[in-house]
């Protein structure tokens, strides 16, 4: 079955601090790998997209890892700012036709 | 601006009113594609749709229509609404298959009492 999991559900840090949210993966066959982030209420904001060749890609302030072997990922935050706080969801793509979403990792940044 | 235009963003109605959400994308992207999201659950795919007139049914389409007449229409269908369907909705624009970013709409959030 394919399925996505993250880690942790909720994550509280203090403004300026560093995170790294996890996610983990059992997709066959796996096409890339997506990082959004999605503020309450509104719709998901793509950050990183990764393909199995691809170990790591930054944008801005986001890193984001994978590891095709052990089918793990990681996003780091660097430098926390308030707007950080939103969910982040892990999105693996299936042969290129359909998306499996993990149920996020909520973060509040907090002054 | 490029955009995913989902209208209504709020929706309150009643068990058994057909009723329809319409999304508009202005990207000229070829794939298209409706979610649900529900507290404690990731987005669920309903249906998409990889081009004029070509749709298939994602993990969740009971209960939903879809048609897509036109490159940046792709209008879900509630044709009998019921409470089960309460829910978060996305509809989401992509170039084509591949490794390519989605674009999500903004959401509309539907009430069914």
């Known amino acids: 079955k394919n399925q996505v999991e993250q880690s942790p559900q909720s994550l509280i840090i203090l403004e300026g601090k560093n995170c790294t949210l996890q996610?983990?993966?059992?997709?066959?066959?796996?096409?890339?790998l997506r990082w959004y982030k999605q503020d309450t209420g509104r719709g998901p904001v793509s950050l990183t997209i990764?393909?199995?060749?691809?170990n790591t890609k930054s944008n801005g302030r986001y890193t984001a890892t994978l590891d095709a072997d052990t089918k793990q990922s990681s996003l780091h935050i660097t430098a926390s700012q308030l707007s950080d706080s939103a969910s982040y969801i892990c999105v693996v793509s299936v042969g290129f036709q359909k998306l499996v979403f993990g149920t996020g990792t909520r973060l509040l940044v907090s002054p | 601006e490029a955009q995913v235009t989902q209208n209504p963003r709020y929706l309150i109605t009643v068990t058994g009113k057909k009723l329809t959400v319409t999304c508009s994308q202005n990207?000229?992207?070829?794939?298209m594609s409706w979610y649900r999201q529900d507290p404690g659950l990731g987005l669920r795919q309903i249906y998409y749709?990889?081009?004029?007139?070509?749709?298939d049914k994602g993990d969740v389409p009971e209960g939903y229509k879809v048609s897509r007449k036109e490159k940046r229409n792709f209008p879900l269908i509630l044709e009998s609404p019921s409470p089960n369907q309460t829910s978060l909705y996305f509809c989401?624009?992509?170039?084509?298959?591949?490794?390519?970013?989605?674009?999500f709409g903004s959401g509309t959030r539907l009430t069914v009492v």
């Open positions: 989401a624009s992509s170039p084509s298959r591949g490794n390519y970013g989605y674009t």
């Open positions: 990207m000229n992207h070829e794939y």
């Open positions: 749709s990889m081009n004029v007139e070509v749709t």
């Open positions: 990764m393909t199995f060749s691809e």
């Open positions: 996610c983990n993966y059992t997709v066959s066959p796996f096409s890339n």
